[in-house]
């Protein structure tokens, strides 16, 4: 394996001080080569010469869930994400990776334009029954997961819109997904042909602005976008939003008023909309605004534990994936909140089947489900 | 080499993994010898089996905390097995007898978060706390934030539960000077009691003034901590922090009583204390030299070393309660220079000389500085190498630390000599 310069860099001033011991993957599985400094000194001794990649290791740097604890408490302020997912496009451009289930899921998507599989006519099925519109400067993007997992949420996001008089287009069948699952596990390029259809289709129905309601989503339209767009020599010229952060604005001004929610609550950060693009405070706002009472679980914003879903994770690492959301969904029974509210699909998903798994009794929703429910 | 029940790795990349500290000493891997294998016990039990297993073989075991310091102590001389802690995290807070009882991988932080909620602190911990483990700190006999007022570790450690080939004791009082700075070879901490403090309402000041001047300040009221940054080390805290702090020598105090300082450059300083290492990313390398010196002596120590010393530099000194501060030398160095980088770490040795000149000690000996350990433990010294010789016939605990053995003191000495 090739350590380039990039790569090099961060080994020379990682400072192995193990504050990375947050990282959510080797709190479960307490190997070092797990860990972002046993990662980096691995990368050291394949430079050195002194150990030799193998499958495990590779194996090991897809354990991460990218989830970016270990950049919140870096000593020496490293990029690790950004690393991460190039040592895991490193890997697959030496013939080392995509693992087996990265394969299926960029397989899938190859031919169904989603990594579910499902036909192309079929992301649009949760629509039906709204009015709306197929082009215009605001679209709502809603995502694979939601489209064709979690429809409640995009229901539940476009009835809101509707109650607040916003008017959104949406593009149907002709939304793809945005990539983030291949950028996440090191399959770049294909992620590249998504950027280039979604791209395409905003340019020819003017669109200006785009708002998501997936955390996954709106980490990939917000920072990698702009990233590809300036490497493949596209202009980037969208305004992307969640949809907490749209929400938030129309409740302050006045656009949607919530009844009380009289219950406790606690919000669980997702990792892509909080700690990769620094959305913590709008949602609490959200809850806030609804009469909630708000408790913090003891982990939150930048030092809040990922749900062990993302970074190609759940699909390929099924019990780890579980054992993180285990231990996330057990300091939100801490606090004795009636509801564990999120703002991602995956997050959504992945903690109610943690949930039921321990055997714990808590509504885990969407933010838009709970507000829909509570306006007029 | 495998017992059915511990988790254990013998690949050999987690035997790689497990076989270093933060220093990147230069040729010492020449000298070291990857281990056979690394377990993970769960338990004080499974830390007696392991060392059965070590005994019949004749195999060095190595304890490991979170191998956040950099003086050799957890480098594998001989092979043999590491033993990793991670596992024995747990701990109790006693609030009637204000002790936390510690399992030997519990780290720093998380004991005191958990303190916190009960209105209670640790009187001393590491400036590495978000990751460094109780039995790493007290084998290496650290000094940290609160030293000021309560001493190392050493001072505010109760009880020690130890496992041997004999078996397992705990030990107390006078003879826990067997254990602590020893670097596990004279016995592994499967259990450690603690002292806490009440928290407190604590303010953070800071002041521009000399080391002299800053002595004067420290020891004349009754303040929890002090620590010191000369104007080199704030010159590279800011370029490394994008920070814009006065490139003065700047003294910081956290104390419970009033002082005529800067509140707002205090607690920059306070909340930035975990993060000593940032200004590697400048270096890329860092090279450390760390002495303990009559706090009287400091401002002599750092002006003779800084005037010795090429490449970019700055220190740090934690007061401790006795007149006494450690001083810990930050130099910007690369390692890809294979010539220059080398020459950067005679700095730690020399600074070893001077500070010696002037009444110092070396802050800790581990394998780096185990020619060292004489003047350091002074007195004690023929008493607990008998000791070792005793419980540990066959030099298996951790061979190579505090107590020198083998080539690598032959060659540290030697570059000594050339520093």
Redesign the interface.
Known sequence: MKIEKEVE?AI??C?????C?VCPAFTVI????VSPR?KL??LR?IKNG???L?Q??VEDFFRCTTCGACEE?C????NLVDLWEKVRNDLVKDGKAPLVHHKRIRDLAEKFDNPYGEPREKREEWIRGFKYRDSGDTIYFAGCTASFRAPEIAKSTVNLFNKAGLEVAYLGRYEYCCGSPFLRTGQRDIAYEFFKKNIEEWRKRGVKRIITSCAGCYRTLLLDYPKIAKELGYEWNFEVLHSSQVLNKLIKEGKISPRKLDATVTYHDPCHLGRHAKVYEEPREVIRAMGANLVEMERNRGDSFCCGSGGGVKSQFKDLALSMGKIRINEARETGAEYLISCCPFCKYHMKDAAKAEGIEIKVVDLVEVLDELVE | MSSAEIPFSESPIQRYLYSHDVSNAPLIGLFLKMPDAVYQPRNEQEVLEILKIAKERKTPVIPRGAGTSGYGGVLPTKGGIIIDFTRMDAFEVDEDKMLIECEPGAVWWDIEKKLNKKGLSLRVYPSSALSSTVAGWIAQDGYGYGSLKYGGIRDNVVKLRIVDFNGVREVEGEELKKYVGMEGTTGLIVRAWIKVKKQEDMRYYAFFVSPNEAEKLVYSGDHYTAFFLDSGYIKLKNMAFGTNMPEKDTLMIATTQRLEGDESIGEEIWNGRFYPLRIKKLGPSLVEAENILPSNKIEEYITLLKNKIKSPNGSEVCYIKDRRGAVLTFILSDERKKIAYPLTWRYSLKAVKIAKRMGGVSYSTGLFLSHESKTLLGKDYSEILAFKKKVDPNSLLNPGKVFPEGIIPFFIRLAGLIA
């Not at chain 1, 400072?15 to 504050?19: E, K, R, S, T």
């Open positions: 860099d020379l001033k400072a192995q001080c193990f504050y011991r307490k190997w070092e080569s046993g000194y691995a001794g002194v150990i030799k193998d495990e290791l408490v000593q020496t302020s490293l």
